[in-house]
């Protein structure tokens, strides 16, 4: 049976009288990747930021497993959802060790001590974002892509049931691209992240949606919205639709701009 985990109803969000997102609605099912796609400005990051709340909708719901989203508490819902944010907050000294513990605190009560099990948490957290030489790094010194790893490490500790990610691959090279999606994928949650990049939506996502201008275009499986016809008229790029011959996913292949 599918179990649908997160259900966006009809979002609305305006800033300044300017709607940014218009009537959206999409699911996500438990366990499956949903790419939120579609061109600068498009509202995509606008949209993650409703289903957080950071973004108070002017209009719709989400609901985690049917209940609304409003009738949990922030301790409730920071055990149910991780966010990996685009802006990373200012955390001043803080170092590697202390953002990655962070992730521990909806589980642990004021002022409670780390266990052993806790401290077994944030290692394997490191060594699989492969950040265990940078523990005791402050933060701020590092990298784009070693904070970028350092947030997953703290999301992996927080042990969500969805996980919500803006551009989880801005900042890194290639390889870790394509390490922390599947690692994010390996852990088996409900994913929603915003993603630009249509060849790792396609290797990486289950369902694709496509915003252009703050309204739904496409909603639907990753190989039924990455079409030619889909693409050229939300991005005005030309662009050709195959099978990468080394995933069998679907591959595309940009000609240029479209003058059309
Ligand atoms: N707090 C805000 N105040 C005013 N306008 C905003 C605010 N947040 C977003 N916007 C506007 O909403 C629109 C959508 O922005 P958003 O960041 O959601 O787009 P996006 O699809 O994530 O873009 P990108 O691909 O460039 O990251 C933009 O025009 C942006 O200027």
Redesign the pocket.
Known sequence: MTIIHLQAENISWQ??N?H??KDVSFTAKQGETVGIV??????????L?CLYQE?KMTSGQVTLSEISLDLFDRKEIAKKVAVVA?QHEAVFNLTVFDIVNMGLIPHKAFFESNTNSDRQLIDQALTQVNLQQKKYQVFNTLSGGEQQRCLIARAIVQRPEILIM??PTNHLDIYYQHQILSIVKQLGLTLIM?I?DLNLAAQYCDRLLL?SQ?EVRAFDDTEKVLNETLIKETFHIDCLVDRNPLTRKMRVTYAGASHD
Do not use: C, F, V, Y
Not at 38 to 47: D, E, I, R
């Open positions: 800033i300044d300017k940014i997102i579609g061109p600068n400005g498009a509202g995509k990051t606008s949209l930021k973004n685009q803006d551009e915003t630009h915003l703050g």
